[in-house]
Each structure stands twice: as structure tokens, then as C-alpha cells.
């Protein structure tokens, strides 16, 4: 099983920690910039339909799933430090492609290379996504088990924050001067992984020990992924095509809602401790569905926004126990393509989720996606309980480590 680093012990915020903390920062600015531009760009200076962004995003979808797969085998068997460094120039790339041009095939070439996905949350890796499970194993190989759950929640907290400030810093300017300053803060964060000291745990291609375990976490990874799809890319247009809110007021509002979101990460080791990750999910992953399938018939803007406010917190808050029970579940040398794996299958199910919600925003269908985001929540639950929940412990089959 896992093993713990012994520079874990005297762990703190310096070093490849301090280094790994300052380049999700800058790389999170950069993704909130595109978070809130992005649409915009598409569907109101250039005026594409509704349809034509979810097939840009389900193309990213999908490279972002097979990018995330690819990475995390890499990080397992070449090497963490230097896939992270791959990783880290697609997106000063990507939106260098947008500062370029914005011709179509630009935009899907842009949009691929950056995982301009949309299903993650600011602070889950909605923009730059792939580099998300590479990211997690080598925080994780930085940690023992007791700490995991506390920097998992804070690293996220700090990036969330970061990309909150990225969409509200991108309200007074232009989509293009928007993509070249997400060129610059991305393209400075590269640089920190060039000195970056991390453990390795090098492995080879062989049958993954941890491969039931991975299993679990992928079938429910699957319903996380298409209920993600279905609504996450289509909140800002939800009220720009419903409600006709500007990207000046989409920005306050974004913000108010990664902040939130990212706040209510620091509560994860407490949620953890008291529930354990199964009952953390179920609980505030529960109130999230009810307000989705609330948002699209309340009739209220007002309301409306408390919604869209409230629930990335609620979808994001038990996110670092999870990661937490997933890293200690799994073997050491499988972190990368564990992570990896999970992701493609919840990428996977999302893509097609974008595409289904693409077609029905586009024929003015709006409240279908949130209803059937509210069902399948439910059956995830039902799975988390079924997979995890049976042990007395706070999740079954990980050893308690000292840090």
C-alpha cells in the first residue's frame, strides 16, 4: 500500500510545495480569465449557436479525458516532474492559438490543447484540465495520508480563489486582451515546474494492483462526468441566453460563485473527519442536485443567481476527501494512471452530456439538462454508499498513516 514520504514530516509551505502552490495560482487566473470569456466569444462576437460551443466543448472534452489518461500513465513510468512540464505549455499555447485568430478550426484547436471543457468547476479544472491528475499524484507523493485531506482542500481553496479573481479581473477588458494576459500569467507557471523537486515512484506497464479499486471510482467517476457535462458549460450561457445577462455582470457573479466555491473547500477536512468522504458527498452533493433542478423553473433572477452562487460549493466541498480516500485506496505507483483513469471516464461520460445540452439550449429547451442532472445525482449517491459505505471505518480499505 502507499507509502509515506519521509520528507513528509517536516512538510510545510516551502519548496516544491510553495513552487506547486504558486503555479496552480497563476494557472487558475489564467483559466478564470477563459472561464468567463470563452462563451462570450463565441456566442455574442461571433456569434455561433449554442450548439456549435457545446461541440467545441465536448471536443475538448474528449481530448482532455484522453490527455488526462495519457499523462497519468507518463507520471507513473517516466517520470512526474517532466509530464508535468508537458503538461504545464499546452495552455499558454491554447490561448496564444485564440490571440492568433478566432477562425473556427483555431477555436477547436485552441479549445483542445487548453481543455476549455467547462465541466469542472473554477476550482475543479474546468479550463487546463489534464493537467489536474498529474497534479494531485505529486501533491500526494509529497504526503502522508493524515495530510492529504488538509492540502488537497487548501491548494484547492488557493487556485478556486485565484480563478474567482481571474473572472472578475476579466471584466473591464476585451476578450482578446483577456486571452493575452491568460497567455502570459500561463506561460509564467511553466516555469515553476523547470526547478520542481518531487519523489518519484517510477513503474511499469503492468496489471494495476489497485485496478477494483480504480473500477469503483471510475463508475461513479462516469455519473459525476455526465452530470457535470449536462450543466456546468451552460451556466453562464443559462443566463445569458435566458435571462440576457451581460459578461460584465456574469463576471461579479462568477466570482461570487468560485469564491464560495473555494471556501467551502477548507471545510473538507472537517467533512471528512466527521462524516467520512461517503456521507460528505451525499450530503452536500444532495442539496446541490435539489437547487439545480430548482434553477430552471423558479421564474426568479434573483433566486436564480442564489442558486448558481450556491451550488459549485456544494458540488465542489467533499472534492479533496474524495481525492483523499482515492490517493490512499491505491498503490503508490499507480497514483498517476489511477487518477488518469478516473478522469477519462468522467470526461468521457461528460462529452456526450455537452453535446446532448448543446442541442437542447439551442432549440430553447432549458430545463431538461437540470432535471435529469438531479436524477442521476441520486443514483451516484446510491453508488458511493454501495462501493464505500459498508466499512466502519472513514473508507474502507486504506491503512492510517502517520505524517
Known amino acids: 500500500m502507499p507509502s509515506t514520504p519521509a520528507a513528509d514530516k517536516h512538510s510545510l509551505l ?60 507518463l507520471a507513473d513510468v517516466w517520470g512526474r516532474r517532466k509530464t508535468l512540464l508537458v503538461v504545464a505549455v499546452m495552455l499558454p499555447l491554447s490561448a ?48 502522508g495520508s493524515e495530510r492529504r485531506t488538509f492540502y488537497f482542500s487548501f491548494f484547492t481553496f488557493v487556485s478556486g480563489m485565484a480563478a474567482a479573481f481571474g473572472v472578475l479581473a476579466a471584466k473591464p477588458f476585451s476578450n482578446a486582451e483577456i486571452f493575452a494576459a491568460a497567455t502570459v500569467l500561463s506561460g509564467l507557471s511553466a516555469l515553476l515546474v523547470l526547478p520542481l523537486d518531487v519523489p518519484e515512484h517510477p513503474g511499469q506497464l503492468r496489471r494495476l494492483k489497485s485496478l477494483k479499486t480504480i473500477g469503483k471510482f471510475s463508475a461513479t467517476g462516469i455519473l459525476n462526468g455526465f452530470t457535470q457535462g449536462l450543466i456546468t458549460p ?25 469564491a464560495l466555491g473555494s471556501i ?34 423558479i421564474g426568479s433572477l434573483k433566486l436564480a443567481l442564489a442558486f448558481y452562487i450556491l451550488i459549485p460549493p456544494l458540488r465542489v466541498a467533499a472534492l479533496p476527501a474524495q481525492q483523499r480516500a482515492l490517493t490512499d485506496m491505491v498503490e ?10 478516473n478522469q477519462v471516464t468522467r470526461l468521457a461520460a461528460s462529452s456526450g452530456a455537452t453535446t446532448a445540452t448543446g442541442v437542447l439550449f439551442s432549440e430553447m429547451e432549458f430545463a431538461p439538462p437540470f432535471f435529469v442532472y438531479a436524477g442521476l445525482m441520486v443514483v451516484n449517491i446510491y453508488l458511493y454508499f454501495r462501493f464505500f459505505g459498508r466499512s466502519p471505518e472513514r473508507f474502507a480499505g486504506a491503512p492510517r498513516e502517520e505524517a
Do not use: C, N
Open 96 to 143: 496564444g492559438l485564440v490571440v492568433v485568430g478566432h477562425s473556427l478550426p483555431l477555436l477547436f484547436a485552441a479549445a483542445v490543447v487548453g481543455g476549455y471543457s467547462a465541466t469542472g468547476s473554477l476550482m475543479g479544472g474546468g479550463v487546463g484540465g489534464a493537467a489536474m491528475p498529474i497534479q494531485t499524484a505529486v501533491l500526494a507523493s509529497l504526503l
Open 264 to 297: 467551502s473547500l477548507l471545510a473538507a477536512p472537517w467533512l471528512d473527519k466527521k462524516m467520512g468522504f461517503v456521507r460528505a458527498i451525499a450530503v452536500t452533493r444532495g442539496l446541490g442536485a435539489i437547487l439545480v433542478a430548482l434553477l430552471p423553473v
Open 234 to 258: 451552460f451556466l453562464v450561457p443559462f443566463f445569458l441566453l435566458v435571462y440576457g445577462l451581460s459578461k460584465e455582470q456574469m463576471a461579479g457573479y462568477g466570482f461570487f460563485a468560485g
Open 14 to 73: 516551502r519548496g516544491p510545495l510553495l513552487a506547486l502552490l504558486i503555479f496552480r495560482v497563476l494557472r487558475s487566473l489564467a483559466a478564470g480569465m477563459i472561464t468567463i470569456a470563452f462563451p462570450y466569444l463565441v456566442l455574442q462576437d461571433l456569434r455561433l449557436s449554442a450548439l456549435a460551443l457545446g461541440l467545441i466543448y465536448t471536443a475538448a472534452t474528449v481530448a482532455t479525458a484522453l490527455f488526462g489518461l495519457t499523462f497519468g500513465v
Open 332 to 341: 503508490s505507483d499507480e497514483t498517476g494512471r489511477a487518477l488518469g483513469i
